[in-house]
């Protein structure tokens, strides 16, 4: 079946602009992960959605950074102003739920220039 | 979050069995130990998890040691495709978020 979609597979742009990361998750997965994986660092939680919950967004790094999920299914990233350390791989996960394995996506890698 | 401790590095020759260590001395009784790998430009992938038993799955093994304080994840017979990062993790029962530590990079020789 399919498997968690990330859309763009790579981003180029200018620092100070913004961008917009999506993720299609696994049909019938409640609960979807952001996480991001720098250059020489490990993978970093970001936020999580379960249900209608509110989402755990004690990783994002900054304000600049923000996330949706719509419906309970498709889910956007936002970064505004970017910065050039947020260049990262930028990976989905989801899940049937709570210590369900999670299912990742290949990620968005993000250049900022 | 408990911390997990992996080594840098590991290497297996095809078709060999491989035993990739974990220690996790504070672990909590509620703590879920779970087992990722990473492949060269891929998301992580789910291999195995476990809490107090030993597991099986068509990928792997899980033994964990009757204090808990250590694990380790069993590959009966490697193959070239098993190369990756593998990623140990606690994850606690009341919390969703992995928290991904540096883990072991396996190489598999032909």
């Known amino acids: 079946g399919a498997g968690v979609s990330q859309s763009p597979s790579n981003k180029v742009t200018e620092k100070g602009k913004d961008v917009e990361l999506r993720c299609d998750p696994i049909s019938g997965h409640t609960a979807l992960y952001w996480y991001r994986q720098s250059l020489g660092q490990g993978l970093e939680f970001l936020i999580y959605f379960q249900g209608n919950s509110a989402p755990d967004k004690s990783g994002l790094p900054s304000d600049r950074f923000s996330a949706e999920r719509t419906g309970g299914s498709v889910s956007t990233l936002t970064i505004q102003r970017t910065q050039q350390e947020d260049s990262a791989v930028y990976l989905c996960?989801?899940?049937?739920?709570?210590?369900?394995?999670?299912?990742f996506g290949d990620g968005t890698r993000l250049s900022i220039l | 979050d408990a911390k997990t401790t992996q080594p840098n590095s590991m290497e297996s020759n095809e078709e060999e069995p491989v035993h990739l260590p974990c220690n996790h001395s504070t672990i909590s009784g509620t703590d879920y130990i779970h087992w990722y790998r990473q492949l060269p430009s891929q998301g992580p992938e789910y291999v195995i998890h476990g809490l107090t038993s030993n597991v099986n799955n068509r990928m792997a093994s899980l033994a964990i040691a009757e204090d808990r304080k250590s694990s380790t994840l069993i590959l009966h017979r490697a193959t070239l495709r098993d190369a990756a990062v593998y990623y140990c993790i606690l994850q606690s029962y009341n919390t969703d978020k992995l928290i991904f530590g540096t883990g072991t990079r396996l190489q598999v020789f032909p």
């Open positions: 996960a989801s899940s049937y739920g709570t210590n369900q394995p999670q299912h």
